[in-house]
């Protein structure tokens, strides 16, 4: 007897796939492209409005705190209600609540706002991932994953583009920069209407007809037979109920998912530590506000052949191998952006870091819902996700600090010590390539 998750994982890649793929895609730029903003108009209003570091640092954490609350809240809602409907509410919060930041007049409205924004940006990142995760067919799951990570890249691009044509353009530019932000809420109607739901939450819930229908959907795009009524291994509404929800802490899941929260916190420390504050440390060094937004641009580009070696190598040398030689390689790349004086190897070393840490973030999320059975993937991820946030709340507030200890080397010491636990920590993960997502 088949099951509707194994016709899924048996398909080919096709015309579907790749419109999910896009789709959500679409949505996880936008969220980059905010997430990419803030750190430029940090730079600009360091400047216009005189701000301190310790301002500026709360101005670029605050986000993350919301960050940490939505990742949590988020992935629990996608267990409950669906993965689909959660994804097109946290376009629409962080959306509006960005539009509503270029209005601000004060550091503590613009504050509050970046909180707002923050807890509909947490949410839609391991909710995004888990619906394509349960959509991709198991032979190229991992690589589509990483596909979908990538357009974090071009969102991240977008950002640096808008900062760099646009914030310094005058007085208001960061406010007009910010505005770009309202795009994700229309594209919220998109994606409620555009994109289908998880057949595997649906099955959870015992809504087998819309299930059985979105499988033959695919199904006719990839010119698959379907398989006969009498011939499908259907789960009853008795079973579902009776499927034991579980815990992401239950005794065969608590060690991977140790680790994977270990992941998360290192990756995002180090992260956000560096790239919330880059153009504000070039600055610091000397280049002015201009320059240091075209030194940013050039080291984002590098993320994108990031993405594309680590979905490559995912499929070839696995999940766990990919994402700790990313992981350790950006620790390398951190050290070296530490010692860097010169333009010529503040650029090199800073594109090293974007190549290898963004591949790492690929590897990461294709890793993530894999570990987990459908009653708790989305609390899986979620919660992940959110202990990782604390990371990146505490990272740009400790840089000031570690900056007046010991300076860039300091700093980036500090981010390549996190790489190298997450890297460790990330080889314990079970290796699951090729592998049947677990129902329960």
């Known amino acids: 007897m088949t099951t509707r998750t194994q016709r899924l994982d048996d398909l080919p890649f096709t015309g579907r796939h790749r419109r999910l793929l896009t789709g959500s895609g679409v949505g996880w730029a936008l969220d980059a492209m905010d997430v990419g903003l803030i750190s430029f108009v940090m730079a600009a209003l360091a400047v216009q409005w005189d701000l301190s570091s310790t301002q500026l640092s709360w101005i670029g954490s605050i986000g993350f705190v919301g960050m940490a609350i939505g990742a949590s809240v988020g992935g629990l809602l996608a267990d409950r209600i669906g993965r689909r409907q959660v994804f097109a509410a946290t376009l629409l919060v962080y959306g509006l609540a960005t539009g509503a930041a270029a209005l601000s007049t004060s550091v503590a409205m613009l504050i509050v706002l970046r909180f707002v ?19 991709a067919p198991r032979k190229v799951r991992g690589r589509v994953v990483v596909a979908l990570e990538a357009f974090w890249a071009v969102g991240w691009l977008l950002a640096a583009l808008v900062g760099y044509l646009v914030v310094p353009a005058g007085d208001n530019g960061w406010r007009w920069a910010l505005a770009v932000g309202l795009v994700p809420a229309a594209y919220a109607l998109v994606v409620r209407f555009g994109l289908p739901e998880s057949v595997r939450y649906l099955e959870s ?224 993960l079970p290796e699951r390539a090729g592998t049947v997502l677990d129902e329960r």
Do not use: C, K
């Not at 790349?333 to 690929?362: D, H, K, Q, R, Y």
């Open 205 to 428: 819930r015992g809504r087998h007809a819309e299930a059985e229908a979105i499988v033959r959907d695919y199904e006719r795009s990839a010119g698959v037979t379907s398989v006969p009524e009498d011939e499908q291994r259907v789960r009853t509404v008795a079973e579902v109920e009776r499927a034991p929800r579980g815990s992401v802490w239950a005794p065969n899941l608590r060690r991977r998912t140790a680790a994977l929260w270990i992941v998360w916190f290192g990756i995002n420390f180090s992260y956000y530590g560096a790239f919330i504050w880059l153009p504000s440390l070039l600055v610091a060094q000397g280049f002015d506000l201009v320059t240091s937004f075209g030194y940013t641009l050039l080291i984002t580009l590098a993320q994108l052949p990031g993405y594309g070696v680590a979905a490559w190598l995912i499929e070839v040398w696995g999940r766990r191998l990919t994402l700790g030689v990313f992981l350790a390689g950006s620790a390398v790349s951190a050290g070296l952006f530490g010692l860097a004086e010169t333009p010529s190897t503040i650029v090199a070393a800073g594109m090293a870091l974007s190549f290898f840490n963004l591949g790492a973030w690929g590897a990461l999320y294709a890793i993530g819902p894999e570990l987990y059975p459908t009653p708790v993937r989305g609390a899986g991820t979620g919660s992940a996700a959110a202990f990782g946030r604390l990371a990146s709340i505490i990272a740009p507030l400790l840089v000031p600090v570690l900056l007046g200890a010991g300076g860039n080397g300091l700093v980036f010491g500090a981010f390549a010590a996190s790489f190298v636990v997450a890297a460790l920590a990330a080889f314990t």
């Open 117 to 135: 924004v923050g807890l509909g940006l947490g949410a839609e990142l391991p909710v995004a991932s888990t619906l394509v995760s349960e959509f």
